[in-house]
């Protein structure tokens, strides 16, 4: 299972770092996660170098490819070189986002008349680009998701393990990144939260 965490220049850290840290809780069972960069190296939104384990055109055959967002993304959905890198099958693939990255989905033609999530910064311009927002963190149909909020990673990787592996391995990677004492009930809630998308 090859999952794509497109992490692009100005990126922010919790929402490539978050979901690549709860998805790697599926390493065990195959899961070959990766931070997915268009070069070599990516500096986030403060400051943070990491270098790219893998190339843009990996997300083209990933099983699952996720958007992180960033400080520059409405640089990047207007960038060519870097989006016509990228040829991607929500038949094929789950294809979801965080954030400002629900505007590179868009842009994309991805959310194809989607409601969608986006945080309360991007919100203004998904409705410029004449999508639906919705005041919540999640949603999902189909193959294709979209979270708004850095916190909201949880219910990407939620999602993700749910629909490929099952809800008992979704709880279980849940159980292990959260808060002792919180984690029956942060497990609990993240379910409730992705069950009517799955």
């Not at 629900?102 to 194809?112: E, F, I, Q, R």
């Not at 497990?187 to 939260?193: D, F, G, K, S, T």
Request: net charge negative; hydrophobic share 45%.
């Amino acid at each position: 299972m090859n999952i794509a965490i497109l992490t692009f220049e100005g990126f922010n850290e919790l929402d490539s770092f978050i979901a690549s840290g709860i998805l790697n809780r599926m390493k065990e069972f195959g899961w070959n996660v990766q931070i997915t960069s268009p070069t070599q190296f990516v500096t986030s939104m403060n400051g943070v170098k990491i270098e790219a384990q893998q190339q843009l055109e990996f997300a083209n055959s990933a099983d699952v490819v996720l958007f992180g967002s960033g400080i520059f993304t409405r640089d990047i959905a207007k960038d060519s070189s870097i989006l016509d890198r990228l040829f991607l099958n929500p038949k094929k693939q789950l294809i979801c986002a965080q954030c400002s990255g629900t505007l590179l989905l868009s842009v994309l033609g991805l959310l194809d008349n989607l409601p969608a999530c986006t945080d309360l910064t991007t919100k203004p311009w998904i409705l410029e680009a004449g999508v639906e927002v919705l005041n919540q963190p999640f949603f999902a149909k189909g193959n294709i998701a979209t979270a708004g909020g850095c916190l909201a990673s949880q219910y990407l990787a939620t999602w993700i393990i749910t629909k490929l592996a099952g809800a008992e391995k979704a709880s279980s990677a849940i159980h292990y990144v959260s808060p002792v004492g919180e984690k029956e009930q942060r497990v609990q809630h993240c379910l409730e939260v992705v069950k009517p998308y799955i």
